[in-house]
């Protein structure tokens, strides 16, 4: 009886192990509780609720980029869609547009960025870490080009509510990250589209002969990228309520640095959209952590980026 307990302990241990959110579970329930005993408020709802909204845009960013380092890419212009959506939008809202027209002329960018990244990656076969370096100086360049490089102020009072306003006691910040998880986690795990980003990540040649347009899967991840970066830039927008051409610098490492740290592997054909949520709150609750312990800025790069590597490892021993 002991024996056959023992058993299946063992196999359920064995089964969790090979779930892709396992090790970032284990991470981000290892680093709070180390931060509970290092401060007395780290658990306060204030503080959690802090986290989140804080953790907000950088997880809506790394869900888009999930998609794209599942198909082996990455994407490095995120950031600079980001600033470049909101300040478009911010000076056509100065300008007397419409703001819901101002919105979605944002969002239109992050897709436009979108396409174009992605047609030359999936059409012209062109390296993704190459094109998305070259669009991420373009994008900042239009963005400090249409500002003059000042930010963009005078936007109407309600725009307020994306970057602060709350439903049903939850920030809005939070909420449209939760959807946005709750859409991305349908795209990729019930959806015939989500199962052809892992073939393609796991042998490209291979999906490629079995029948699957993988040159439009591709193009449509990089779409999906540039979309959840303007989603980003309208939470931003709202919430300093100014459009800055300069936001949103190193973003895309900190989104890389999520699917990484929630288990997606940097070679591309495993992990999780919800790994990556656990990931962006484990970058949150370290960077809220070791602020309250009041470590080093400098420090805590160093902290970040060696949990980063370890990560990898990790990632790297499973996959082999």
């Keep these: 009886m002991v024996a056959g307990t023992a058993f299946k302990q063992q196999n359920l241990l064995r089964v969790l192990r090979q779930s892709p959110i396992f090790y970032p579970l284990i991470g981000l329930l290892a680093v709070s509780i180390i931060m509970v005993f290092a401060s007395d408020s780290f658990l306060s709802v204030a503080n959690i609720t802090n986290i989140m909204r804080q953790v907000s845009i950088i997880a809506i960013i790394a869900a888009g980029m999930t998609f794209v380092i599942l198909t082996g890419g990455i994407d490095l212009s995120v950031g600079a869609v980001m600033a470049l959506a909101g300040t478009i939008a911010a000076g056509l809202m100065v300008a007397g547009l419409n703001a819901s027209l101002a919105l979605l002329a944002g969002i239109g960018i992050g897709i436009g960025i979108g396409v174009f990244n992605g047609g030359l990656v999936a059409f012209a076969g062109m390296p993704s870490i190459i094109v998305t370096l070259a669009t991420m100086g373009i994008a900042r360049g239009f963005g400090l080009m249409y500002s003059g490089g000042y930010p963009i102020s005078g936007l109407p009072s309600w725009i307020k509510f994306f970057g602060g306003g709350t439903v049903l006691g939850v920030q809005m910040p939070i909420l449209i990250m939760l959807v946005v998880y709750v859409l991305a986690w349908v795209l990729l795990e019930r ?130």
């Design 191 to 320: 959806t015939p589209f989500g199962r052809h980003v892992y073939a393609i990540g796991g042998n490209e040649t291979a999906t490629r002969l079995s029948g699957v347009r993988v040159s439009r899967t591709k193009l449509f991840v990089y779409v999906l990228s540039g979309f959840t970066a303007s989603i980003a830039a309208i939470v931003l927008t709202s919430r300093l309520m100014s459009g800055q051409p300069n936001a949103g610098t190193g973003f895309e490492l900190d989104a890389i640095a999520a699917v990484v740290l929630g288990g997606t592997s940097i070679a591309g054909g495993r992990g999780s959209v919800i790994g990556t949520l656990i990931g962006a709150l484990l970058l949150g609750v370290l960077n809220n952590g070791l602020n309250m312990m009041g470590v080093d800025p400098y420090v805590q790069n160093v902290i970040k980026g060696g949990i980063i590597l370890l990560a990898i490892y990790i990632g790297r021993e499973r996959r082999s």
